[in-house]
T-cell receptor, first 114, second 117 residues
Framework: AQSVTQPDIHITVSEGASLELRCNYS??????LFWYVQSPGQGLQLLLK??????LVQGIKGFEAEFKRSQSSFNLRKPSVHWSDAAEYFC????????????FGAGTILRVKS | GAGVSQSPSNKVTEKGKDVELRCDPI?????LYWYRQSLGQGLEFLIY????????KSGLPSDRFSAERTGGSVSTLTIQRTQQEDSAVYLC???????????????FGPGTRLTVL
């Protein structure tokens, strides 16, 4: 079955420091991969997506993610974190065989220290 | 343009009561999804509508949950005889028509926070 693992429940980084949020997926076919961000009381906003092609994808707000098939990973990175990046981040895999549903990881809560 | 809207934003109900949650998708989007976000369960798929096709109800947790979509636009998620474990944020998303073997981006609404006392 399809699954997504985000091993870090909470991460705290200092403002200006680099960030990497881990994501591993389990899916038998070519994955459609997504990172979403959710600020308190808000819905989910798409940061970036990977469908095919270049394994390094750029997203909004200065985020990028790298797809590594050999490691079944799709880690999210940002070179310099801003206080406004504090939020919860969700990795997801898109499953077309079952009506284009998204299967989400448990999420990683990012705290930013000033 | 307007995004996905949901109402109410918050709903408090008593155990055993029925509730209805509403979703207005982005105009022109033929696909509509309901997800549930709860502590301990994370984000779970509930149901998917695509055009006039039969909905995919595979994620509904029990027969107390149902959803309909009228006129291919607005959707209502109904929970009958609510239980405390139904307390969660219910998120709606919509996406544009699929033009082929491509997974279309889903745009999410702000959610409805349901509290069952």
């Amino acid at each position: 079955a399809q699954s997504v693992t985000q091993p870090d429940i909470h991460i705290t980084v200092s403002e200006g420091a680099s960030l990497e949020l881990r994501c591993n997926y389990s899916y038998g076919a070519t994955p459609y991969l997504f990172w979403y961000v959710q600020s308190p009381g808000q819905g989910l906003q798409l940061l970036l997506k990977y469908f095919s092609g270049d394994t390094l994808v750029q997203g909004i707000k200065g985020f990028e993610a790298e797809f590594k098939r050999s490691q079944s990973s799709f880690n999210l990175r940002k070179p310099s974190v801003h206080w406004s990046d504090a939020a919860e981040y969700f990795c997801a895999v898109g499953v077309m065989e079952y009506g284009n549903k998204l299967v989400f990881g448990a999420g990683t809560i990012l705290r930013v220290k000033s | 343009g307007a995004g996905v809207s949901q109402s109410p934003s918050n709903k408090v109900t008593e155990k055993g009561k029925d509730v209805e949650l509403r979703c207005d998708p982005i105009s022109g989007h033929t696909a509509l999804y309901w997800y549930r976000q709860s502590l301990g369960q994370g984000l779970e798929f509930l149901i998917y509508f695509q055009g006039n096709s039969a909905p995919d109800k595979s994620g509904l947790p029990s027969d107390r949950f149902s959803a309909e979509r009228t006129g291919g636009s607005v959707s209502t998620l109904t929970i009958q005889r609510t239980q405390q474990e139904d307390s969660a944020v219910y998120l709606c998303a919509s996406s544009s028509p699929s033009g082929g073997a491509v997974f279309n981006e889903q745009f999410f609404g702000p959610g409805t926070r349901l509290t069952v006392l």
